[in-house]
């Protein structure tokens, strides 16, 4: 979540600032409100993007045997188990979160709440599709959703200029308050994001822009109307949501309306959004890499469990049974560590001399040892993509490592790599979402003499319905 959170305020920093430094003095204002309203919602997407990239495997010769991994510590297969202490972060960061949240959100009830009641508790008039609001309160006329707020006396004696209400009704016609509303309530959500208030200041001015634009379309007086604005900047007293005359950016407009259009320009910065959409892409999701399965796997040597035409007495096979059932645990499975060497030894020579039938009838039976993995070296941009705590789980020579510890290796440091997806049921899944198993150098090393020296053989095997347990090597 933390990874999450960062890449949302990034991203929305470089949408910000393109336009800030792009877009923002162009007279193309109906793009640029599209541009902030939809990068504001992209800063929040982008990170949730994951492209998954598949990375070939070796193929399997035809004299191989498909590898299986066991984690073997002193001969015996087993499984691990992690305890973890709790974290307590983890649980007061989303109730501050929540605390947080919840205030601007009443904030946010607030302020609409008194501008809702004004509309209740005052006279209005119908303007157009719109309604005027008749307040007795010294203010300058504002705006919000279909309503236009403005001072009672003032209206009746025609103190307010058709330029001041045609710029209101501009902000009520193309819908501003709806804007202002889902910046609002991203800023209930993604209160930690400081840029919010940077799109907040920057739609407030386009909104500015446009109605300007709205208004000079219908009186073409620029000078006029630009005195007007400079009388109106002084009169502000108007509440948190609404559309208002402000002195601080009065400046910026009255430059916009004096400014004249380039089209090839407006082009030209329109077109160079597209490579900073795509930078962002790149930049702030998700890259995945995963092994891909081949096409096709040529057929596997097949080495056969040794078995005998006539199979073993009926003394034995009850011998095999009672040293099995002697093993079993309260569920009544075998447990592999209760077996000793001698017992893996007995049931071994048991094993190997019953016919095909009677192995099919057991609960423990041996299986023939796997050759050694090839040596398969990832790729640098693999291990990059691995750094990822979110989406892998990272082990080194059988050691559960950092993600952050693979900046401290190169592609070349390790000969082989196994990348394997996890299953919703397992106990790491949702902390990650593929298990990298690597071995160093050093380490492929010293398991590609122990599994060509050990002159193993067998593998023990407890079996479970169909499934295999647990299983054994012979030592």
Same mark, same amino acid.
């Given at each position: 979540m933390i990874t999450y959170i960062i890449k949302i305020v990034l991203c929305s920093a470089v949408f910000i600032f393109t336009y800030k430094l792009l877009l923002e003095k162009e007279k193309m204002h109906s793009f640029?409100?599209?541009?902030?309203?939809?990068?504001?919602?992209?800063?929040?997407?982008?990170?949730?993007?994951?492209?998954?990239?598949?990375?070939?495997?070796?193929?399997?010769?035809?004299?191989?045997?498909?590898?299986?991994?066991?984690?073997?510590?002193?001969?015996?297969?087993?499984?691990?188990?992690?305890?973890?202490?709790?974290?307590?972060?983890?649980?007061?960061?989303?109730?501050?979160?929540?605390?947080?949240?919840?205030?601007?959100?009443?904030?946010?009830? /607030?302020?609409?709440? *008194?501008?809702?009641?004004?509309?209740?508790?005052?006279?209005?008039?119908?303007?157009?599709?719109?309604?005027?609001?008749?307040t007795n309160?010294?203010?300058?006329?504002?705006?919000?959703?279909?309503?236009?707020?403005?001072?009672?006396?003032?209206?009746?004696?025609?103190?307010?200029?058709?330029?001041?209400?045609?710029?209101?009704?501009?902000?009520?016609?193309?819908?501003?308050?709806?804007?202002?509303?889902?910046?609002?309530?991203?800023?209930?959500?993604?209160?930690?994001n400081p840029f919010l208030l940077m799109y907040k200041k920057a739609i407030q001015l386009n909104h500015e822009f446009l109605a300007d634009e709205a208004v000079i379309n219908t009186y073409p007086n620029v000078a006029s109307y630009q005195y007007l604005l400079i009388e109106k900047a002084s009169k502000s007293n108007t509440y948190h949501l609404s559309s208002s005359f402000n002195y601080l950016i009065t400046k910026q407009r009255l430059i916009m309306m004096t400014k004249s259009k380039s089209p090839q320009k407006a082009l030209f910065k329109q077109l160079a959004v597209i490579p900073v959409l795509a930078i962002a892409i790149f930049a702030f999701s998700t890259k995945s890499f995963a092994q891909e399965k081949p096409s096709s796997f040529p057929?596997?040597?097949?080495?056969?469990?040794?078995?005998?035409?006539?199979?073993?007495?009926?003394?034995?096979?009850?011998?095999?049974?009672?040293?099995?059932?002697?093993?079993?645990?309260?569920?009544? /499975?075998?447990?592999?560590? *209760?077996?000793?060497?001698?017992?893996? *030894?007995?049931?071994?020579?048991?094993?190997?001399?019953?016919?095909?039938a009677q192995q099919a009838k057991q609960l423990v039976t041996f299986v023939p040892s796997l050759p050694p993995f090839p040596k398969t070296v990832p790729t640098q941009e693999q291990i990059e993509a691995w750094k990822n705590d979110k989406i892998y789980g990272v082990?080194?020579?059988?050691?559960?490592?950092?993600?952050?510890?693979?900046? *401290?290796?190169?592609?070349?440091?390790?000969?082989?790599?196994?990348v394997s997806k996890l299953e919703k049921n397992a106990i790491n899944y949702g902390k990650h979402y593929y298990q990298i198993d690597l071995m160093t150098n050093e380490g492929y090393e010293k398991y590609y003499k122990e599994e060509t020296t050990g002159g193993n053989r067998y593998y023990m095997s407890i079996y479970v319905g169909i499934k295999p347990r647990k299983m054994i090597k012979k030592s």
């Open positions: 640029n409100r599209g541009y902030l309203l939809l990068s504001m919602l992209l800063s929040l997407v982008i990170p949730l993007l994951t492209f998954h990239y598949a990375t070939p495997t070796l193929p399997i010769s035809g004299d191989e045997i498909l590898p299986t991994n066991f984690i073997k510590e002193n001969n015996i297969v087993q499984e691990v188990s992690t305890i973890e202490k709790t974290d307590y972060t983890l649980l007061v960061l989303p109730i501050l979160y929540g605390l947080i949240s919840t205030f601007f959100l009443l904030r946010f009830i /607030i302020n609409l709440n *008194k501008i809702l009641a004004k509309t209740r508790n005052s006279k209005t008039i119908p303007f157009n599709n719109s309604q005027i609001v008749l309160e010294a203010l300058s006329p504002h705006s919000f959703l279909n309503y236009l707020f403005v001072n009672n006396q003032e209206y009746i004696c025609g103190g307010i200029e058709k330029e001041i209400l045609l710029h209101e009704y501009a902000h009520i016609q193309q819908r501003h308050s709806y804007d202002i509303l889902l910046i609002e309530i991203l800023q209930i959500v993604c209160w930690f057929k596997a040597k097949q080495i056969a469990v040794p078995a005998t035409q006539d199979g073993v007495s009926q003394a034995l096979l009850d011998e095999y049974e009672q040293i099995v059932n002697s093993k079993k645990n309260k569920k009544g /499975i075998p447990s592999a560590l *209760k077996f000793t060497e001698i017992d893996r *030894k007995r049931l071994e020579t048991i094993y190997l001399s019953m016919s095909k082990w080194i020579d059988d050691k559960r490592v950092n993600n952050a510890v693979l900046n *401290k290796y190169k592609n070349t440091d390790f000969a082989h790599e196994f």
